[in-house]
């Protein structure tokens, strides 16, 4: 028996034959595989080199099948049917109740998760959605144990077994309450380095990307106030003279609710680089890539310029 290689193999041939033997006409086949007519000619005479055999011959009643094509017609139609099920079999894993488990910052739960509850509503109806703070997917290695089926955020570098692709970008911003006695609609570096800061201290270290941009031009801040959450951040704004820098989408959320200001950096910041992981055992997770979909799909419509 010579060995086939099925990379060399178009498959989709073998659902022609398929149509082809049940119809026994290119017409009918074509109709049923809603192609043209020609495309089923084309694919016959790739068969017929494929098998070494005519397969089927034309008569005045129809294609009448070759005796090798009556042998190969019941395996085809049981592989085909086995293939429907495997591929029916995939489609309803998305579809059953389940609960996906992403774990992310309070700033992505604020920014991206209800839109991402509401998408998962829509697609699938029966999923759950649970989401855990980054600090616990770290200490329980949640994506290598399975706990966990997604992580956005910032990763500072990719788990081991991991993989990551974007999910979006956006600008940091400058916040102050709307009110505030020495800031009105333009921030400049000297009153910015001025002001008291608020920053953010995930894992108990402070991000430094301010201080970095500041020092370039040789100038540095003073902090009043360092929390662990980023959902903290406006609150603490909104009710004293501080600034702070967050990014955009979660600025926005807060600023008309608490009478916040939202003025562009008197210096270059970086752009924020949010990122989705997940570990390779899920990679081919159906329900995990339509996750990812959702995700990405829910953060290009919430885009802040």
Sequence with gaps: MTDVNL????????????????????TKAAAKLHVTQSAVSNALRRLRALFDDELVVRTAYG?????RADTLAPSLRALLTETEKLLSASESHTKRARTFTVACTDAISVSLVPGLRRELERQLPLARLRVVTIERELSHQGLATGDVDLLIGIPPALPTGCEGEGVYEEHIVCVIRRDHPTVRTKLSLDRYTS???IEVALFGEPDDRVDRALARVGRSRTIALTV????????AVATSNCVAALGARL??????????????PPVELPRLQIQQVWH???SHDPGVILLRKMARKVASEGRVT
């Design 7 to 26: 990379a060399n193999v178009d498959l989709n041939l073998l659902v022609v034959l398929d149509a082809v033997l049940s119809e026994r006409s290119a």
């Design 63 to 67: 294609f009448i099948p070759t005796p």
């Design 195 to 197: 002001l008291p800061h």
């Design 228 to 235: 662990p959450h980023f959902s903290s951040v406006p609150f």
């Design 251 to 264: 600025s926005v959320a807060f600023a008309k609710p608490l009478g916040l200001r939202i003025l562009t």
């Design 280 to 282: 390779r055992r899920a």
